[in-house]
């Protein structure tokens, strides 16, 4: 059963604008990653953020992490074409055996 | 250095068919998974490796059986291939279970008619 729920599950904005992707999830976490996936490929290591951490930046993209929520964002900014892919969320739980991911957004940068 | 390589790309089966995926690392990680993706539904974790010699079922393991022969290859097998195993299915590693980063293969595309 999916552990985590992106939200929207779709957006599409304009070059230079920032988007926002949220991830919620049911049970106690390890930590939380998210990945891209471009139409036809693997999925791709964004960033992961422990349960110790409430925020991490890595290049253009920003995740944070509230615990007593249970949920996460994922922040791109100055979005370019090239960003247009699916992310997803994917959650560690406590026994750390494996990824349970989310259903993905789906993201359309127009030029 | 390839990363992490799956054979075939494509393949098409017919019901009752049986076929192996094949998964390799260069990477000298540890543990090894088999996802497959299906429209709207994310990756579910079909069986996963957490060491050389170790596998374990993961939510959608009926169907399948996998093999780990080595630290570097990792094997999916469908005996009889039913049109519900349609999807893709992608093969990914990371150091040590999934505390860390996964690296995913490029994915087999699947089509049982």
């Known amino acids: 059963s999916q552990q985590g729920e992106e939200d929207p599950q779709a957006l599409s904005i304009q070059e230079g604008e920032n988007a926002t992707m949220n991830c919620s999830y049911k049970t106690s976490i390890n930590n939380l990653q998210w990945y891209r996936q471009n139409s036809g490929r693997g999925l791709v290591h964004l960033i992961l953020i422990r349960s110790n951490e409430r925020e991490k930046h890595s290049g253009r993209l920003r995740v944070t992490l509230d615990t007593s929520k249970k949920s996460s964002s994922l922040l791109i900014t100055a979005s370019r074409a090239a960003d247009t892919a699916s992310y997803f969320c994917a959650t560690v739980g406590q026994a750390g055996t494996a990824l349970i991911f989310g259903k993905g957004t789906t993201l359309s940068v127009s030029s | 250095n390839a990363g992490v390589t799956q054979t075939p790309k494509f393949q098409v089966l017919k019901t009752g068919q049986s076929m192996t995926l094949q998964c390799a690392q260069d990477m000298n990680h540890n543990s090894m998974y088999w996802y497959r993706q299906d429209p709207g539904m994310g990756l579910r974790l079909i069986y996963y490796s957490a060491s050389e010699g170790t596998t374990d079922k993961g939510e959608v393991p009926n169907g399948y059986n996998v093999s780990r022969l080595n630290k570097r290859e990792f094997s999916l097998r469908l005996e009889s291939a039913a049109p519900s195993q349609t999807s893709v299915y992608f093969c990914?590693?990371?150091?040590?279970?999934?505390?860390?980063?996964?690296?995913f293969g490029p994915g087999t595309r699947l089509t049982v008619l």
């Open positions: 990914a590693t990371t150091l040590s279970l999934s505390y860390n980063e996964q690296f």
